[in-house]
Protein backbone atom coordinates (compact mmCIF):
# COMPACT_ATOMS: atom_id res chain seq x y z
CA UNK A 1 0.00 0.00 0.00
CA UNK A 2 2.77 2.39 0.69
CA UNK A 3 3.71 1.79 -3.33
CA UNK A 4 0.16 3.01 -4.10
CA UNK A 5 0.28 5.97 -1.82
CA UNK A 6 3.48 6.61 -3.59
CA UNK A 7 2.17 6.43 -7.14
CA UNK A 8 -0.94 8.89 -6.06
CA UNK A 9 1.61 11.15 -4.35
CA UNK A 10 3.16 11.32 -7.53
CA UNK A 11 0.12 12.03 -9.59
CA UNK A 12 -0.51 14.92 -7.20
CA UNK A 13 2.74 16.29 -7.66
CA UNK A 14 2.45 16.20 -11.70
CA UNK A 15 -0.85 17.43 -11.58
CA UNK A 16 -0.65 20.10 -9.07
CA UNK A 17 2.26 21.64 -11.66
CA UNK A 18 0.34 21.38 -14.73
CA UNK A 19 -2.35 23.05 -13.54
CA UNK A 20 -2.53 26.65 -14.53
CA UNK A 21 -5.10 28.96 -16.32
CA UNK A 22 -5.12 27.83 -19.75
CA UNK A 23 -5.01 24.34 -19.37
CA UNK A 24 -8.26 21.71 -19.88
CA UNK A 25 -8.99 19.52 -16.97
CA UNK A 26 -8.57 16.81 -19.76
CA UNK A 27 -4.99 18.03 -19.99
CA UNK A 28 -4.57 16.61 -15.99
CA UNK A 29 -6.29 14.09 -16.75
CA UNK A 30 -3.34 13.09 -19.49
CA UNK A 31 -0.57 13.82 -17.21
CA UNK A 32 -1.95 11.75 -14.53
CA UNK A 33 -2.00 9.14 -16.85
CA UNK A 34 1.39 9.28 -17.53
CA UNK A 35 2.21 8.94 -14.11
CA UNK A 36 0.37 5.68 -13.96
CA UNK A 37 2.55 4.16 -16.93
CA UNK A 38 5.85 5.55 -15.77
CA UNK A 39 5.36 3.50 -12.65
CA UNK A 40 3.43 0.30 -14.05
CA UNK A 41 0.06 1.55 -12.09
CA UNK A 42 -3.42 0.47 -12.92
CA UNK A 43 -5.93 3.15 -12.34
CA UNK A 44 -8.57 2.31 -10.12
CA UNK A 45 -10.64 5.41 -11.25
CA UNK A 46 -11.25 4.23 -15.01
CA UNK A 47 -14.42 2.16 -15.78
CA UNK A 48 -15.43 2.06 -11.74
CA UNK A 49 -19.31 2.34 -12.29
CA UNK A 50 -17.99 3.56 -15.62
CA UNK A 51 -15.90 6.75 -14.87
CA UNK A 52 -14.24 7.38 -18.10
CA UNK A 53 -10.83 9.26 -16.69
CA UNK A 54 -8.23 7.78 -13.79
CA UNK A 55 -8.73 11.58 -11.46
CA UNK A 56 -11.76 13.15 -10.60
CA UNK A 57 -11.60 17.05 -11.50
CA UNK A 58 -14.02 19.71 -9.42
CA UNK A 59 -13.50 22.94 -9.80
CA UNK A 60 -14.98 25.77 -7.76
CA UNK A 61 -18.81 24.53 -6.62
CA UNK A 62 -18.21 21.03 -7.47
CA UNK A 63 -17.10 18.88 -4.75
CA UNK A 64 -16.04 15.77 -5.92
CA UNK A 65 -16.42 13.54 -8.84
CA UNK A 66 -16.05 15.76 -11.90
CA UNK A 67 -15.53 14.49 -15.06
CA UNK A 68 -12.04 15.87 -16.56
CA UNK A 69 -13.56 17.89 -20.40
CA UNK A 70 -12.60 20.51 -21.98
CA UNK A 71 -13.33 22.55 -18.70
CA UNK A 72 -10.45 25.62 -19.15
CA UNK A 73 -9.21 26.76 -15.68
CA UNK A 74 -9.64 30.10 -15.18
CA UNK A 75 -7.33 32.92 -13.13
CA UNK A 76 -8.85 32.93 -9.80
CA UNK A 77 -10.63 28.98 -9.75
CA UNK A 78 -10.14 26.74 -6.86
CA UNK A 79 -9.98 22.88 -8.11
CA UNK A 80 -10.04 19.99 -6.49
CA UNK A 81 -8.30 16.94 -8.02
CA UNK A 82 -9.21 13.12 -6.65
CA UNK A 83 -6.07 10.49 -7.94
CA UNK A 84 -6.25 6.38 -7.31
CA UNK A 85 -3.85 3.87 -8.67
CA UNK A 86 -2.93 0.59 -7.70
CA UNK A 87 -0.10 -1.37 -7.15
CA UNK A 88 0.47 -5.32 -6.90
CA UNK A 89 -3.15 -5.37 -5.95
CA UNK A 90 -3.33 -2.51 -3.35
CA UNK A 91 -5.20 0.88 -3.62
CA UNK A 92 -4.06 3.97 -2.82
CA UNK A 93 -6.59 7.32 -2.97
CA UNK A 94 -6.41 11.35 -2.21
CA UNK A 95 -7.58 14.34 -3.64
CA UNK A 96 -6.59 17.97 -2.79
CA UNK A 97 -7.94 21.28 -3.64
CA UNK A 98 -5.49 24.12 -4.97
CA UNK A 99 -5.93 27.51 -6.32
CA UNK A 100 -5.71 28.86 -9.96
CA UNK A 101 -3.29 31.40 -9.62
CA UNK A 102 -4.81 34.28 -7.13
CA UNK A 103 -7.94 33.69 -5.61
CA UNK A 104 -10.41 35.32 -3.08
CA UNK A 105 -9.41 35.32 0.57
CA UNK A 106 -12.60 33.31 1.25
CA UNK A 107 -11.48 30.65 -1.13
CA UNK A 108 -7.96 30.45 0.74
CA UNK A 109 -9.54 30.47 3.98
CA UNK A 110 -11.38 27.68 2.68
CA UNK A 111 -8.88 25.64 1.65
CA UNK A 112 -6.72 26.34 4.34
CA UNK A 113 -9.64 25.01 6.67
CA UNK A 114 -10.35 21.83 4.67
CA UNK A 115 -6.91 20.55 5.14
CA UNK A 116 -6.50 21.35 8.71
CA UNK A 117 -9.44 19.30 9.13
CA UNK A 118 -8.20 16.29 7.43
CA UNK A 119 -5.26 16.78 9.12
CA UNK A 120 -7.18 16.59 12.85
CA UNK A 121 -9.07 13.63 11.81
CA UNK A 122 -5.91 11.92 10.60
CA UNK A 123 -4.50 12.81 14.35
CA UNK A 124 -7.24 10.32 15.71
CA UNK A 125 -6.16 7.25 13.93
CA UNK A 126 -4.23 5.69 16.51
CA UNK A 127 -5.01 1.93 17.98
CA UNK A 128 -7.52 1.60 20.73
CA UNK A 129 -9.52 5.15 19.55
CA UNK A 130 -12.84 4.86 17.80
CA UNK A 131 -13.74 6.02 14.21
CA UNK A 132 -15.86 8.45 14.79
CA UNK A 133 -13.51 10.66 16.42
CA UNK A 134 -12.01 11.04 13.20
CA UNK A 135 -15.86 12.59 11.86
CA UNK A 136 -16.13 14.67 15.44
CA UNK A 137 -12.67 16.13 14.54
CA UNK A 138 -12.86 17.51 11.46
CA UNK A 139 -16.30 18.75 11.82
CA UNK A 140 -15.44 20.79 14.85
CA UNK A 141 -12.63 22.28 12.60
CA UNK A 142 -14.60 22.64 9.43
CA UNK A 143 -17.99 23.90 11.39
CA UNK A 144 -15.64 25.86 13.59
CA UNK A 145 -14.44 28.29 11.19
CA UNK A 146 -18.13 29.12 9.60
CA UNK A 147 -17.89 26.48 7.26
CA UNK A 148 -20.15 23.23 6.73
CA UNK A 149 -19.55 19.66 5.78
CA UNK A 150 -20.96 16.94 3.14
CA UNK A 151 -22.89 14.27 4.57
CA UNK A 152 -23.86 11.96 1.32
CA UNK A 153 -20.45 11.56 0.59
CA UNK A 154 -17.67 10.08 3.15
CA UNK A 155 -14.35 8.61 3.83
CA UNK A 156 -14.14 4.54 3.72
CA UNK A 157 -11.71 1.73 4.63
CA UNK A 158 -9.23 0.62 1.65
CA UNK A 159 -6.97 -2.45 0.99
CA UNK A 160 -7.49 -4.96 -2.00
CA UNK A 161 -10.39 -2.75 -3.21
CA UNK A 162 -11.22 0.80 -3.09
CA UNK A 163 -14.00 1.23 -1.45
CA UNK A 164 -14.34 -1.19 1.58
CA UNK A 165 -16.33 -0.94 5.16
CA UNK A 166 -16.53 0.50 7.26
CA UNK A 167 -17.34 3.79 5.97
CA UNK A 168 -15.55 7.05 7.67
CA UNK A 169 -17.98 10.03 7.80
CA UNK A 170 -16.59 13.33 8.23
CA UNK A 171 -19.20 14.01 10.76
CA UNK A 172 -20.81 12.23 14.50
CA UNK A 173 -22.71 9.82 12.89
CA UNK A 174 -25.42 9.54 15.64
CA UNK A 175 -23.26 6.39 17.09
CA UNK A 176 -20.22 5.42 18.42
CA UNK A 177 -18.02 3.84 15.49
CA UNK A 178 -16.11 0.62 15.65
CA UNK A 179 -12.36 0.45 17.36
CA UNK A 180 -9.52 1.73 15.10
CA UNK A 181 -7.12 -1.20 15.19
CA UNK A 182 -3.36 -1.10 14.18
CA UNK A 183 -2.90 -2.88 9.90
CA UNK A 184 -6.35 -0.99 9.30
CA UNK A 185 -5.62 1.42 6.74
CA UNK A 186 -8.45 4.25 5.98
CA UNK A 187 -8.89 7.06 3.26
CA UNK A 188 -9.86 10.42 5.18
CA UNK A 189 -11.17 12.63 2.94
CA UNK A 190 -13.50 15.59 4.19
CA UNK A 191 -15.74 17.68 1.45
CA UNK A 192 -16.53 21.09 2.98
CA UNK A 193 -18.36 23.71 1.93
CA UNK A 194 -18.55 27.45 2.47
CA UNK A 195 -22.15 27.79 2.22
CA UNK A 196 -24.76 25.05 3.04
CA UNK A 197 -24.03 21.31 3.26
CA UNK A 198 -26.73 20.39 0.20
CA UNK A 199 -25.30 18.51 -2.46
CA UNK A 200 -26.87 18.11 -6.00
CA UNK A 201 -25.85 15.67 -8.91
CA UNK A 202 -25.51 17.41 -12.43
CA UNK A 203 -27.41 15.84 -15.66
CA UNK A 204 -24.12 13.51 -16.32
CA UNK A 205 -25.12 11.62 -13.12
CA UNK A 206 -21.31 12.16 -11.78
CA UNK A 207 -20.34 15.89 -10.91
CA UNK A 208 -21.73 16.67 -7.44
CA UNK A 209 -22.03 20.60 -7.09
CA UNK A 210 -22.89 22.53 -3.56
CA UNK A 211 -26.78 23.38 -3.93
CA UNK A 212 -26.64 26.64 -3.29
CA UNK A 213 -23.55 27.26 -5.59
CA UNK A 214 -20.87 28.07 -3.08
CA UNK A 215 -17.32 26.95 -3.29
CA UNK A 216 -16.25 23.67 -1.89
CA UNK A 217 -12.86 21.79 -0.96
CA UNK A 218 -11.79 18.63 -0.91
CA UNK A 219 -8.62 16.68 0.79
CA UNK A 220 -7.87 13.45 1.32
CA UNK A 221 -5.32 11.19 2.38
CA UNK A 222 -4.74 6.95 2.55
CA UNK A 223 -3.52 6.57 5.71
CA UNK A 224 -2.29 3.44 7.93
CA UNK A 225 -2.69 2.75 11.64
CA UNK A 226 0.55 1.49 12.73
CA UNK A 227 1.66 1.05 16.33
CA UNK A 228 3.66 4.39 16.47
CA UNK A 229 0.01 6.14 15.48
CA UNK A 230 -0.87 7.16 11.56
CA UNK A 231 1.61 6.75 8.70
CA UNK A 232 -0.01 8.62 5.60
CA UNK A 233 0.63 6.44 2.61
CA UNK A 234 -0.23 9.35 -0.05
CA UNK A 235 1.92 12.45 0.78
CA UNK A 236 3.98 14.40 -1.41
CA UNK A 237 7.67 15.05 -0.84
MG1 LIG B 1 -11.73 8.05 -1.38
MG1 LIG C 1 -10.41 9.93 -3.67
Not at 11 to 19: D, I, L, Y
Not at 24 to 42: I, N, S
Not at 71 to 83: A, F, H, V
Not at 140 to 165: C, P, W
Request: include cysteine.
Amino acid sequence: MRKAGRVVAEMHTATREAARAGVTTADLDRVAREVLDRRGARSNFLHYHGFPAVICTSPNSMIVHGIPGDYRLEEGDILSIDCGAIVEGYHGDAAFTMAIGRTSGEAEKLLRVTEESLWAGIDKLHDGNRLHEVGLAVQQVAEGAGFSVVREYVGHAIGTAMHEDPQVPNYWPGTPGPKIKTGMVFAVEPMVNVGGRETRTLADEWSVVTADGSLSAHFEHTIAVTEDGPEVLTLAD
